[in-house]
């Protein structure tokens, strides 16, 4: 026992001690407050468990139920992939196209970036709320300039077909945000010379984008390319504030079913067992991800 | 020595912030005036006032003390709910959200040795109400106060259309005949105005859905006596969603919810904005009324009926008192709850009180207060033939999932016939139904409701 301890504290004891007394605050918060949950999550993920209760263990049942009886987890996911296949590439190149833009040597364009940028500080919720009216089918910003080029608008967020899209092209909003900037840095990190070299050899603006930047900054938008696509997966201020899940569960997310079972219907096991499942898949889409960019992402100090 | 001295500096300093983190907790207050004191937590509305019960109650008598804690409602449920699982509950807590909810999960203490002991009347409160504070034969709460429901209609509205102003429809067949009559299309197909919209909206959840109210009528509950099968396949109720639909029939669906999407709250409800000629609501609306509208000249009548003369039906919306389990000053709390739901401690709180709900207790509703106006009067009958809300209540939320955002839009959508999403959502609150049945007997037989017996 002995030995154990002066194996973990090594030759300098005090110091050690010292350190771990200094890491101890967050370290005891990361056990009582993150480690414990998850793994109590897990248990209670084969449990029936409304928090007053005491939890009653039912093995994978909560699982089964939602793999094969439960019609509005299939939904949900369903919704989520949708929102995910569209918006994720949407926001990538549209951020990708207006750091391009942005990019050009031009008087005043810090005050185009700043412009750019400022949509983006909005918070979810007011964000909501806001594109709440611009939706409005009657009266709203969009469809009223859609009636000005005398086009039908749709009706939106009233709409079972229109609903997602709705929410996909809000969340369009925020392509001047923070992933505009990192898109920007990127280019800006290209060296001129390449540019000239392709310039030299009598390539235009598609060759320059295709053979030059576009592989240069591969690595950014991979990574952007994951985070997104585990960013979208987690979906939910938007239908919660906006939709609630309608119409005809159009837009009931995964998340918000998780939200609709865990602190409406208190079912805190079946909620667990359903934050698992996203996990996972979360973990197979980026695994995925992983094994194609193998091929498609280039990194210039080799692999 | 110094060094030894700097690293026992660090360590004093870090148990110290340790300890504040970990005993920082607001020590609990001590009084020493003799007196009873408990907390009582009551939901805020628009108006952030004490409730007149808790003064009055205060002022009659000197040996319990009520501090009352507001508690916005939006978060009632998880501080309530934190609360009872620390161990450490206010002694008395306000809801509206369905009794049973919170007694089938033993977060309340039954009233019913507190009942027997002070030879308690339930039957003053109306019977709707008194039904929803049951659970396993056992009370868990006492009804504070409930909505009221009734039909409004526009007279003005009426009178533009040719109606007859003080002949509002009785059966929904004269519903309907006055609502076609009231619908406004202007040359683009948009329709301006509406005589009635017979269903709710996730923008606008203060509609009722009309068919629950037309399968009340009938005699349908959509639940079995023993309260263990989910009955939503009844076709009485199937009857009056197809009512719903062919109500539709008539419209052009996707202007409808381009209509209803111009309807918000308080000034731009849509009955208050004059959208919408006759709607089912709650008695609150007479105080936005007379609020945002005091010039608009409106009507209240007994919800229609199937045939004329047939029982009405109406949703009750009752607000409740519970005691949590482990309250600290249970017997207390007791006896404020019951001071405060007699009749005149209901009627003299709706004086002191600028938003009014409605008393629960039917002797108050007899009062001439409500008796002598033909509005309140009215409001005072559907109570005698409400119905709460919570039609399955072991699995409430899923069944007005069901309804609200999937079943209604479906078929006026016309994606699904009526027997289908009511086969459909049948399933769904049957397997939720079953699951809380299973989950209820298996805690029965290792947990106990804090019973008569463990009380002094």
């Known amino acids: 026992m002995r030995s154990l301890v002066d194996k973990i504290l090594g030759p300098h004891r005090h110091d050690t001690l010292i350190a771990w007394l200094f890491v101890a605050p967050w370290a005891i918060g990361f056990l009582i407050f993150g480690l414990y949950p998850i793994v109590m999550s897990l248990y209670y993920s084969l449990c029936q468990y409304d928090v007053l209760r005491v939890p009653r263990f039912i093995g994978l049942e909560n699982y089964q139920a939602l793999l094969f009886e439960d019609p509005y987890f299939w939904k949900s996911l369903w919704n989520t992939l949708y929102y995910v296949v569209f918006r994720t ?9 207006l750091a391009s833009l942005l990019n050009q040597q031009l008087k005043g364009m810090p005050i185009f970036r700043t412009i750019f940028f400022i949509p983006s500080i909005i918070s979810g919720v007011v964000l909501s709320v806001i594109w709440l009216w611009m939706f409005n089918p009657e009266y709203g910003l969009i469809n009223s300039g859609l009636a000005f080029f005398g086009l039908p608008g749709p009706l939106w967020l009233q709409s079972a077909s229109w609903s997602k899209p709705a929410l996909v092209l809000m969340s369009l909003w925020t392509v001047g945000g923070g992933r505009m900037l990192v898109f920007l840095a990127a280019l800006q990190g290209i060296p001129k010379h390449l540019y000239e070299a392709v310039e030299l050899e009598g390539g235009g603006w598609w060759t320059k984008f295709r053979h030059v930047t576009l592989p240069l ?18 979906v939910f201020v938007e239908a919660y504030i906006m939709t609630n899940g309608g119409p005809a569960n159009s837009t009931l997310f995964f998340n918000l079913h998780l939200y609709n079972k865990s602190f409406n219907d ?19 889409v980026t695994w995925f991800q992983f094994r194609l960019s193998r091929r498609m992402v280039y990194y210039e100090g080799g692999n | 020595m110094r060094e030894w001295i700097i690293r026992a500096g660090y360590v004093v300093g870090l148990g110290a912030i340790l300890a504040f983190v970990f005993l920082g907790a607001p020590k609990e207050v001590v009084y020493t005036d003799g007196k009873i004191h408990f907390d009582y937590w009551y939901n805020v509305g628009q108006e952030d006032v004490i409730p007149w019960p808790v003064i009055a109650f205060n002022a009659s008598q000197d040996r319990i003390v009520v501090h009352p804690v507001a508690i916005p409602w939006q978060e009632s449920e998880k501080k309530i709910l934190t609360a009872v699982i620390s161990g450490d509950p206010p002694s008395l807590v306000s809801q509206f959200v369905p009794l049973v909810k919170w007694a089938s999960r033993m977060a309340l203490r039954p009233l019913d040795n507190f009942i027997t002991q002070d030879n308690f009347d339930t039957g003053i409160f109306f019977p709707a109400l008194m039904d929803e504070m049951m659970y396993m034969d056992r009370v868990f709460g006492l009804p504070q106060a409930t909505a009221a429901y009734a039909l409004y209609y526009n007279k003005d509205i009426f009178r533009e259309a040719g109606l007859d102003p003080e002949q509002p429809p009785r059966t929904w067949d004269e519903l309907i005949q006055a609502a076609h009559a009231i619908d406004s299309i202007d040359a683009d197909g948009r329709i301006q105005r509406m005589g009635y919209l017979p269903d709710w909206d996730n923008l606008l959840p203060s509609i009722m859905q009309t068919s629950l109210l037309m399968a009340w009528e009938l005699g349908a509950t959509l639940l079995s006596d023993d309260g263990r099968t989910a009955e939503l396949d009844d076709p009485r109720f199937a009857k009056s969603l197809q009512w719903i639909v062919d109500y539709y029939d008539d419209y052009d669906i996707k202007r409808v919810r381009a209509f209803r999407g111009t309807f918000g709250y308080d000034t731009q ?23 945002y509208r005091p010039d608009l000249d409106y009507g209240v009548t007994t919800i229609p009926t199937h045939e004329l003369g047939g029982p009405t039906a109406s949703p009750a919306g009752v607000f409740w008192y519970a005691i949590p389990r482990n309250a600290p000053e249970a017997e207390a709390a007791w006896e404020f709850m019951a001071y405060s739901t007699q009749a005149e401690i209901q009627l003299e709180a709706m004086q002191h009180t600028k938003e009014n ?18 509005y309140m009067k009215i409001f005072a009958n559907q109570m005698n033939h409400a119905h709460s809300p919570a039609v399955v209540p072991l699995a409430h939320e899923v069944f007005w999932r069901e309804l609200n955002m999937n079943a209604v839009d479906l078929i006026i959508d016309k994606t699904k016939t009526v027997q289908e999403v009511l086969d459909l959502a049948n399933a769904q609150v049957q397997r939720e139904l079953s699951a809380a049945l299973e989950y209820q007997d298996y805690v029965l037989s290792i947990m106990h409701f804090e019973t008569e017996e463990e009380t002094p």
Not at chain 2, 358 to 368: H, K, L, V
């Open chain 1, 217 to 234: 900054i591969s690595p950014i938008l991979f990574l952007w390319t994951v985070m997104e696509v585990i960013f979208s997966m987690q």
């Open chain 1, 89 to 97: 590439p949407l926001s990538i190149f549209g951020s990708l196209f």
């Open chain 2, 269 to 291: 409800h849509c009955f208050i904005s004059e959208k919408v000629g006759m709607f089912i609501g709650s008695n609150f609306i007479m105080d936005n009324l007379q609020r």
């Open chain 1, 266 to 284: 208190f079912q805190m096991g079946y909620a667990s067992a359903m934050a698992w499942l996203l996990l996972v898949i979360t973990l197979a």
């Open chain 2, 357 to 374: 709900l409605f008393p629960s207790n039917r002797i108050a509703a007899q009062d001439p207060i409500f008796q002598d106006d033909p």
